[in-house]
């Protein structure tokens, strides 16, 4: 809660500096003026992205072995991002609605849950192929700072990790429980003088990679699925790209193409890499930063930020809310009977069963 209440705060001082440079009243007129058919496009692309989503789990369910309607996995994913937002765990509380559901269905939970570990890593490692562009497209203008390269490093750690893991667990399953079993001891010394509290689950971290190692032996008799995932993460931040691009038409901003990509590179970056859940404010921020710092006029950034983000963030946050609390009803899209919950959050990651 700390941390979205910083980000709050770093937005509102994004919308003061605006006014306080005595150019609300041009950064209004910037926003009546917008060409609201690309606005209606750029829905358009992200509902296409949503579509895209929900192919990628369908492939990623298949090649495990598992039976899901679309429409179920598509509200299973956007359910998934509204509770990594108000129960952020480093995004295991958003695999435990795969894994309940999964539960529920009478399916695997541990195949469940390799399929949600499985997305995050090809998500981020398609981002690496348009990172390492837009880097390269900041050290050709001289726009390239350190924070840019420390969140780049960051991002670069956080896929090697994923991949170890997925690597290890495949290989060695038991090693990998033991791994981050001490991982999760070791991080909890070195936060519990801040925090005065475990942070993370030893218990939790020991299950969790049990069920990764049982799941992934799926896998490595379908090693063509690999290369198909990778296409599919580098497609996914295609649809994203080009809802920045129909925001930036909408509103009339000039867009060469090294500004786009530098853009998106930086706006899904803090996305990722932030001290806040779903980079809210830092993105907006970071957004609007880098394309001031590109020659585009402090309004015209703000409106491309707050639009982009609302479309990309705030809009499918709210979306999974509604997902949340619909998917008890669509059981029966799998030939199963509904069944209502005492709650509406999916249970603790320890009590989900391998």
Do not use: C
């Not at 990594?84 to 765990?89: E, G, L």
């Not at 997305?119 to 350190?146: C, M, P, S």
């Not at 909408?250 to 899904?268: D, I, K, M, Q, R």
């Amino acid at each position: 809660m700390r941390r979205i209440l910083v980000a709050l705060l770093l937005l509102l001082g994004l919308m003061f500096l605006v006014g306080h440079q005595g150019e609300l009243q041009r950064f209004v007129q910037v926003l009546r003026s917008g060409d609201w058919w690309f606005v209606a496009l750029a829905f358009g692309f992200q509902a296409a992205w949503f579509a895209h989503v929900a192919f990628t789990f369908d492939w990623l369910y298949q090649a495990l072995g598992l039976r899901e309607h679309r429409l179920r996995l598509l509200l299973m994913a956007l359910s998934m991002n509204f509770v990594n937002m108000v129960a952020p765990t480093a995004g295991v509380s958003g695999m435990a609605v795969f894994a309940s559901e999964a539960r529920d269905q009478g399916q695997s939970t541990a195949k469940a849950m390799v399929a949600t570990t499985l997305y995050i890593f090809f998500e981020h490692l398609g981002f690496l192929a348009v990172l390492f562009l837009g880097l390269w497209v900041l050290v050709r203008r001289g726009q390239l700072t350190w924070v840019e390269i420390s969140a780049s490093a960051i991002m670069v750690a956080i896929v090697a990790g994923l991949g170890s893991m997925l690597y290890l667990g495949a290989r060695a399953g038991r090693s990998l429980a033991v791994f981050l079993a001490w991982a999760a001891r070791r991080i909890n010394a070195l936060v519990r003088p801040l925090l005065r509290r475990d942070w993370l689950s030893e218990a939790r971290a020991h299950q969790f990679g049990h069920d990764l190692s049982v799941g992934l032996k799926a896998l490595r008799a379908n090693p063509r699925f690999v290369g198909l995932l990778t296409l599919m993460g580098i497609g996914s931040k295609m649809w994203l790209m080009l809802v920045l691009y129909a925001v930036f038409r909408a509103f009339h901003v000039p867009l060469s193409p090294g500004t786009w990509v530098a853009a998106f590179t930086v706006a899904y970056l803090f996305l990722v890499v932030s001290p806040a859940p779903g980079g809210v404010g830092f993105v907006e921020s970071a957004l609007t930063v880098a394309l001031t710092s590109f020659y585009i006029p402090v309004e015209d950034a703000v409106v491309v930020a707050l639009v982009y983000r609302g479309i990309t963030f705030w809009i499918p946050l709210l979306l999974g809310f509604v997902a949340l609390r619909a998917l008890p009803w669509t059981r029966r899209l799998n030939g199963a009977h509904p069944r209502p919950r005492a709650a509406s959050l999916p249970p603790p990651p320890d009590e989900v069963e391998s």
